[in-house]
């Protein structure tokens, strides 16, 4: 039995492009140590914004942020994506951070038999979170709605579908994400 409510929250995916090409190219125990090394710094940035991690799986991360911290959550998401990229050229890694947040309510709580239990998010609003299209940084219809004046000059509309992406991604080739 799971204990959950329902909440709205800021979803946020990110995921690396050429992941399995890095992966291929070195030993585990490297891709271990530069995952755990991400992992805590990603950890650190999205608290630090009042969010939090919910799930790493491999080179993704799923972070949710609560409807009173969007605007501080997209502003780390921008920061992260840029510093997460430096860190990755710094470890020679050629990839880039692909980063998508949706704005909605989720079923949040603590799911799993006994021992195992452990927070997630689930429903809808994470599924449509995960499939907004990128080639930096994406925010859904929803997502971009809840943001304040000056963030929402940061991004701009991309349609189909409607999605707000970081105006300096704007123009940036698929195959270069």
């Not at 890095?22 to 991400?38: G, K, N």
């Not at 605007?71 to 840029?82: I, M, R, T």
């Not at 990229?85 to 949706?102: I, N, P, S």
Request: a positive charge; one cysteine or more; hydrophobic letters at 45%.
């Amino acid at each position: 039995m799971s204990d959950f409510t329902e909440v709205p929250l800021l979803v946020v995916f990110t995921n690396f492009t050429r992941y399995t090409e890095q992966i291929d190219r070195l030993e585990d125990a490297e891709v271990a140590r530069v995952l755990a090394a991400w992992y805590a710094f990603a950890g650190r940035a999205m608290r630090a914004a009042g969010g939090r991690v919910v799930k790493f799986i491999g080179d993704a991360m799923l972070a949710v942020f609560p409807a009173g911290h969007v605007d501080a959550g997209v502003l780390a998401l921008l920061d992260f994506k840029d510093a997460t990229d430096r860190f990755m050229a710094e470890q020679g890694w050629d990839c880039r951070l692909v980063a998508k947040a949706h704005f909605g309510a989720v079923a949040a709580g603590d799911f799993g038999a006994d021992e195992d239990r452990r927070y997630d998010v689930l429903g809808k609003t994470v599924n449509i979170t995960v499939r907004l299209q990128s080639p930096g940084v994406a925010l859904s219809a929803e997502a971009f709605r809840q943001l304040g004046g000056d963030m929402r000059q940061r991004f701009k509309k991309h349609t189909p579908p409607i999605t707000y992406i970081r105006a300096q991604d704007a123009h940036r080739p698929r195959w270069a994400k």
